[in-house]
T-cell receptor
Framework: DAKTTQPTSMDCAEGRAANLPCNHSTISGNEYVYWYRQIHSQGPQYIIH???NNETNEMASLIITEDRKSSTLILPHATLRDTAVYYCIVRVGGSQGNLIFGKGTKLSVKP | GAVVSQHPSWVICKSGTSVKIECRSL??????MFWYRQFPKQSLMLMAT?????????EQGVEKDKFLINHASLTLSTLTVTSAHPEDSSFYIC????????????????FGPGTRLTVL
């Protein structure tokens, strides 16, 4: 079973920051948090991952709370093409663990 | 990020026939490959995991004799749906993990674009 809880859906205005929350209160010390997104009828796209520290790449930022029980994915300037289902996944089993998908958050970016 | 391809992107077949789907890692060696299935309006469900040269490990409830997986090389895995029936109609997605040169690290899993299977 997925170890994360995400809101079912969110809306965001185009050009604004999209902040997608994720709760993972049962996360263990060596488990990473991964974020993927799936645009309709496509395979999931890797966004970012982290363990303890905040992370940033060209796509997004990942903010992980100090107790690691929750995290937030930030898309700094959302565009219409960012409309997708966003999955927050805790990879169980360390670096060789599998990705088990939950239901994700459907983000709708509106003009 | 690393690139994973799938072929075909869609296939329609008659009930009782077998269908083979190919998954390739184009720019890295995939030590582990994964097969997922996704029904409409549902999330991805992991079907099986395979390491190059080894037999696949199937998730509970997935019939290994129906969904044949071959991970023959570090860049190729195939999924064969044998004696397909309409209830096997789904979106099949492969994923690969290995020694990518990408900045995301060697343990990141990359996904193919998916194959839409329709069984009539």
């Amino acid at each position: 079973d997925a170890k994360t809880t995400q809101p079912t859906s969110m809306d965001c205005a185009e050009g604004r920051a999209a902040n997608l929350p994720c709760n993972h209160s049962t996360i263990s010390g060596n488990e990473y948090v991964y974020w993927y997104r799936q645009i309709h009828s496509q395979g999931p796209q890797y966004i970012i991952h982290g363990l303890k520290n905040n992370e940033t790449n060209e796509m997004a930022s990942l903010i992980i709370t100090e107790d690691r029980k929750s995290s937030t994915l930030i898309l700094p300037h959302a565009t219409l093409r960012d409309t997708a289902v966003y999955y927050c996944i805790v990879r169980v089993g360390g670096s060789q663990g599998n990705l088990i998908f939950g239901k994700g958050t459907k983000l709708s970016v509106k003009p | 990020g690393a690139v994973v391809s799938q072929h075909p992107s869609w296939v329609i077949c008659k009930s009782g026939t077998s269908v083979k789907i190919e998954c390739r890692s184009l720019d890295f060696q995939a030590t582990t490959m994964f097969w997922y299935r996704q029904f409409p309006k549902q999330s991805l469900m992991l079907m099986a995991t395979s390491n190059e040269g080894s037999k696949a490990t199937y998730e509970q409830g997935v019939e290994k004799d129906k969904f044949l997986i071959n991970h023959a090389s570090l860049t190729l895995s195939t999924l064969t749906v044998t004696s397909a029936h309409p209830e096997d109609s789904s979106f099949y997605i492969c994923s690969a993990r290995g020694h990518s040169r990408g900045a995301s690290g060697p343990d990141t899993q990359y996904f193919g674009p998916g194959t839409r299977l329709t069984v009539l």
